[in-house]
């Protein structure tokens, strides 16, 4: 086989993936595609403005409008911000810890058929669990409020990087790994040009629903035990009904989550810069 014809099966089986052969230039127009964003957050904006502080069609003591809210916002910032680094030191390591165990058990479930075909049964059955059910099992099992709430958060994540793991590995193309047999590429190298690349689509899929999913639970489990977070912020104004610092937090939780997908979309798009879609 000539330099040339092994070259295209290099690019077959996914492993110069990250340089194609011909990278077409297209013209960007990002500003003109995401010019719904502010338009959209603009009308959502003065329409509550509009239901509250002008014509009073909600119930002011639930919904605070803008006057309020978006003072206690800039006065509470500082609380807010000491709450964002408490809630990351819970989701932080336990997101990585599901990460690592979800990725790579993933792999070896995906790769080795008698062992799928037996845990898959328990696989199904486990995840189904509402992870917020198991809330009272946890606080009572670990020591620490905090331990409890890292379990909660990981076991979350766990399930769907593990589940989109395995799809993601059992439909990869057999062409990419009889091909990588027949260029004799194993072990490692074979797992990090080819398998991995190959299922990275559909895992980084299940890992943006994981870490959706984990911010969800980060704030559920900051509502009992905890002295500090964003979630504590939350249930603590709720209890002394001071309904327009609660929507301060909820206004404060989703930005923080927009940024923290945002990231994670740059990274997606970079790893995935050879598909179609990136």
Known sequence: MGKTGFDEVKILVGLDVSRPIHKVKKPRRLASKTIGI??????????????????????????????????????????????LWSSMKLLVPAYALALGLGVTLGVLIGLIKPLRDNLSPYINALSAVPVTLLTPFAIHTFATFSAASLFIIFLGAFWPILGTTVAGVVTIDKRYLENAATLEISGPEKMFRIIL???????????????????????VSEMFGAT???????????????????????????????????????????????????
Do not use: H
Not at 52 to 73: C, E, I, M, Q, R
Not at 233 to 243: K, T
């Open 197 to 219: 690349p190959a299922a990275a689509p559909t895992i980084l899929a299940g890992c943006s629903i994981a870490l959706k999913f984990s911010f969800i639970l980060l704030t």
């Open 38 to 83: 502010p338009a959209i957050f603009i009308a959502g904006l003065m329409s509550y403005w509009l239901a509250t502080d002008v014509f009073a069609l909600l119930d002011p003591f639930l919904y605070a409008g803008p006057s309020k809210v978006l003072p206690a916002f800039v006065r509470y910032f500082d609380k807010l911000a000491e709450g």
């Open 228 to 278: 500090s977070g964003m979630g504590f912020f939350v249930q603590y104004y709720s209890d002394f009904a001071r309904f327009d610092l609660v929507l301060v937090g909820f206004i404060f939780m989703a930005l923080v989550l927009v940024v923290i997908m945002y990231l994670f979309d740059l990274f997606k798009n970079r790893v995935l810069a050879w598909t179609l879609n990136s």
